[in-house]
């Protein structure tokens, strides 16, 4: 019950972000996606968009984090990123390191998809307590 908690929320925003990104990015970034380098570089910001909110959503899952959990959150990370930098791997998850505008527009996009979880998880406050398994706080 903890984790759908957690997860429903984030789940929400990071389908919303991305969905939101896909929408609205090409048009701003005249984009035309029967481009096959355009729609790259749409793709690639949408992985790095489900990354980020991916660890968010696995850190607050993961809670307390000054413990093995926390150790496991960065490894996950870590992995991530060094993950991109390994030609074959980036390759495969057709991930482009962003760089010069497109690494601000990445940064945007990452403000941007951070606000919106933010906005799903203040939305899910009112049934975060009807799924905790903490008898003090369980509302029956």
């Known amino acids: 019950r903890r984790v759908v908690a ?11 972000a991305t969905l939101l990104n896909s929408w609205m990015l090409p048009p701003i970034m005249h984009w035309n996606l029967d481009h096959a380098a355009d729609l790259t570089l749409l793709r690639s910001t949408n992985a790095v968009l489900i990354f980020v909110l991916a660890m968010l959503v696995l850190a607050r ?3 307390p984090l000054r413990s093995w959990r926390g150790l496991l959150v960065v490894v996950f990370a870590v992995a991530g990123v060094v993950g991109v930098c390994i030609p074959p791997v980036a390759r495969f998850f057709a991930v482009i390191v962003p760089s010069g505008s497109m690494l601000v527009t990445t940064m945007v996009v990452l403000v941007l998809a951070l ?24 509302r029956d």
Do not use: E, M
């Not at 957690?6 to 919303?16: V, W």
């Open 6 to 16: 957690f997860a429903i929320p984030g789940g929400a925003a990071i389908g919303l």
């Open 61 to 63: 899952v993961s809670r």
């Open 115 to 138: 606000a919106v979880y933010a906005v799903c998880r203040v939305a899910a406050l009112p049934w975060s307590g009807r799924v905790s398994h903490d008898r003090r706080h369980r």
